[in-house]
């Protein structure tokens, strides 16, 4: 098996093919990582969540990082790794259009509605369904992929 790095172009093809990635964000000074579902379109990843511990991390630090992969097997894989900044995409006119195309993006496959925007009970107490949608701003992208 190779190793190759892959052009910026085969990259971000990874990130528009792919619907789940890991989304890293720094609360306190420690890394965390969560699994989500994203949309790739213009330079940017797109996706929604309900509010919980990345949301408020990211709004008080907005640089995140997001990993994307697909796994054929241990020869064949491709990953892409994106230095990002969080921007939140708020319920104000400013933001209309960008909200509306946040929402249409994940319509093109249902499912994706499910992880993002579900009752979600932590400790006995049920989170408050309201949906937040926000993008991340791709600042930096690279690719490896492995060849059999
Ligand atoms: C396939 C898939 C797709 C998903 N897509 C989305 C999406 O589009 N939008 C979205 O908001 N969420 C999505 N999720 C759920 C996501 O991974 C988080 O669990 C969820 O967003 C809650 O994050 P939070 O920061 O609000 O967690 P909180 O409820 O505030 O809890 C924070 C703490 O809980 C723990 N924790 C949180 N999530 C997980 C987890 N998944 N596994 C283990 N420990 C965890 C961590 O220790 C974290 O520090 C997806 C999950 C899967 C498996």
Redesign the pocket.
């Known amino acids: 098996m190779l190793i190759e790095t892959m052009t910026r172009q085969a990259s971000i093809a990874l990130l528009d093919r792919t619907r789940?990635a890991r989304l890293a964000y720094v609360r306190d000074g420690q890394p965390?990582i969560?699994?989500?579902?994203f949309a790739y379109d213009a330079e940017c990843l797109y996706?929604?969540?309900?509010l919980?511990?990345?949301?408020v991390s990211m709004r008080a630090n907005p640089r995140v990082c997001v990993e994307a992969d697909e796994l054929i097997n241990v020869e064949k894989w491709e990953t892409a790794i994106v230095q990002g900044r969080y921007e939140e995409l708020p319920d104000t006119p400013r933001y209309d259009a960008d909200r509306r195309h946040a929402h249409t993006l994940p319509q093109r496959r249902p499912v994706?509605w499910e992880?993002?925007y579900v009752k979600?009970i932590?400790d006995g107490k049920e989170r408050p369904l309201e949906l937040l949608y926000f993008r991340v701003h791709i600042d930096r992208i690279s690719g490896r992929r492995g060849v059999p």
């Not at 969560?34 to 579902?37: F, L």
């Not at 996706?47 to 309900?50: G, K, L, Q």
């Open positions: 789940l965390h969560v699994p989500m579902s996706s929604f969540s309900t919980g511990e990345k949301i994706w992880p993002g979600t932590i």
